[in-house]
T-cell receptor
Framework: GQQLNQSPQSMFIQEGEDVSMNCTSS?????WLWYKQDPGEGPVLLIA?????ELTSNGRLTAQFGITRKDSFLNISASIPSDVGIYFC??????????FGAGTILRVKS | SAVISQKPSRDICQRGTSLTIQCQVD?????MFWYRQQPGQSLTLIAT?????????ESGFVIDKFPISRPNLTFSTLTVSNMSPEDSSIYLC??????????FGSGTRLTVV
């Protein structure tokens, strides 16, 4: 089946640093989504991308839908302790189904 | 976003028994989905819950093991049948709506002993 390759698997950064993570696939997606999951909670949508080349920001978060429609990145600027958690990319194929990446665990040193 | 209430939030069950998980949405939605998240893993789609008809299951998931009901546009249930320790996971309800995109419930953490 379709797979998303998400990297890095985990990151341990200093507070205030910028963070970047990305997802790639051999498949073309119609939509790219970025979620954050805190312990004991379901994933919360951070950013949704609908067009190839689209660059969208949500506060300190910026994400882009790759031109080829096979990749996306998420940047977090000036990280803070509450940014810790697991970040997932997800791609939507036809038929409303989502495929998820393996996740990036973010840990922030204060 | 759409507000999703999922019950129970967690449970510990004996092997061989079944557990039914409920998902209630605060507005009518066309698409409802059930996902499984095994410990330390990503999310895998189990099935799409179709209103008024049988659910559409993904490869590796079958109706006998994971029966799903969708009696209306705001409610669905997932049953995990004849449980074994390998079924210990977080089960998540998700909806897709035109206004809010894809939203997830807080999940049901299931431990089978």
């Amino acid at each position: 089946g379709q797979q998303l390759n998400q990297s890095p698997q985990s990151m341990f950064i200093q507070e205030g640093e910028d963070v970047s993570m990305n997802c790639t696939s051999s498949s073309i997606f119609n939509t790219w989504l970025w979620y954050k999951q805190d312990p004991g909670e379901g994933p919360v949508l951070l950013i949704a991308l609908y067009k190839a080349g689209e660059l969208t920001s949500n506060g300190r978060l910026t994400a882009q839908f790759g031109i080829t429609r096979k990749d996306s990145f998420l940047n977090i600027s000036a990280s803070i302790p509450s940014d810790v958690g697991i970040y997932f990319c997800a791609g939507q194929l036809g038929g409303n189904k989502l495929v998820f990446g393996a996740g990036t665990i973010l840990r922030v040193k204060s | 976003s759409a507000v999703i209430s999922q019950k129970p939030s967690r449970d510990i069950c004996q092997r061989g028994t079944s557990l039914t998980i409920q998902c209630q949405v605060d507005s009518q939605v066309t698409m409802m989905f059930w996902y499984r998240q095994q410990p330390g893993q990503s999310l895998t789609l189990i099935a799409t819950a179709n209103q008024g008809s049988e659910a559409t299951y993904e490869s590796g998931f079958v109706i006998d093991k994971f029966p799903i009901s969708r009696p209306n546009l705001t409610f669905s249930t997932l049953t995990v049948s004849n449980m074994s320790p390998e079924d210990s996971s977080i089960y998540l309800c998700s909806v897709e709506s035109a206004n809010y995109g894809y939203t997830f419930g807080s999940g049901t953490r299931l431990t089978v002993v």
